[in-house]
């Protein structure tokens, strides 16, 4: 199978630590996505790479929030200093890109953070 | 600024029912891309279908056909026959036209009973 994954699935953590996740986008797609979901709404935006550059951020994701690229292939995540309030569903998607064109994300099955 | 509505928190439907999933967007781009994901009790989104602001026909995949109206600023969504299988959260989304970043609606739980 050859769809987006994400590592790892579930992650609990203590409320002031720091916690890295990973995604690997299908090969042949540049764009990268990163969003939230809390319990009972719909995915909220983060970020998006396209190949390795960070082309947008949403004012979700605070300094204590950071996402990297570096090679335009898999991507990280990292939250530092944790709160409660960072207990959600984080999901990754990629696309394709195409001039004039607007093609479908295809998401991960997410990795599931619990801080206590 | 951009935003989904879908109104229908939870839908419950016996099994063979027809059912629509409401979707209502604003946006004040001209050219936009409308987009239905379901998301089972897995997790995972999974692509339904993807729609661009100049093509209004509406448009029938098996059991599930969509309608989009750009006068109401509607995309919904019919399940024809529905089946336990269906049960799930649909969500309905927009994006720019150079897609980068897709906003969602908050949801519609579908529950379809046998």
């Known amino acids: 199978d050859t769809g987006v994954s994400q590592d790892p699935r579930h992650k609990i953590t203590k409320r002031g630590q720091n916690v890295t996740f990973r995604c690997d986008p299908i090969?042949?797609?540049?764009?990268l996505y990163w969003y939230r979901q809390t319990l009972g709404q719909g995915p909220e935006f983060l970020t998006y790479?396209?190949?390795?550059?960070?082309?947008?951020k949403s004012r979700l994701l605070s300094d204590r929030f950071s996402a990297e690229r570096p090679k335009g292939s898999f991507s990280t995540l990292e939250i530092q200093r944790t709160e409660q309030g960072d207990s959600a569903m984080y999901l990754c998607?990629?696309?394709?890109?195409?001039?004039?064109?607007?093609?479908?994300?295809?998401f991960g099955p997410g990795t599931r953070l619990t801080v206590t | 600024a951009q935003k989904v509505t879908q109104a229908q928190t939870e839908i419950s439907v016996v099994e063979k029912e027809d059912v629509t999933l409401d979707c209502v967007y604003e946006?004040?781009?001209?050219?936009?891309?409308l987009f239905w994901y379901k998301q089972p009790p897995s997790g995972e989104l999974v692509f339904l279908i993807r729609?661009?602001?100049?093509?209004?026909q509406n448009e029938i995949s098996g059991r599930y056909s969509w309608n989009f109206q750009k006068s109401t600023s509607s995309f919904n969504f019919t399940i024809t026959a529905s089946q336990v299988v269906d049960s799930a959260v649909y969500f309905c989304?927009?994006?720019?036209?150079?897609?980068?970043?897709?906003?969602f609606g908050a949801g519609t739980i579908l529950r379809v009973k046998s």
């Open positions: 090969s042949e797609h540049n764009r």
């Open positions: 998607a990629s696309s394709q890109t195409g001039t004039g064109e607007n093609y479908e994300q295809y």
């Open positions: 946006t004040r781009d001209t050219t936009y891309y």
């Open positions: 729609r661009n602001s100049f093509d209004e």
């Open positions: 989304a927009l994006d720019e036209e150079y897609g980068n970043k897709l906003v």
């Open positions: 790479f396209q190949n390795e550059a960070q082309l947008e």
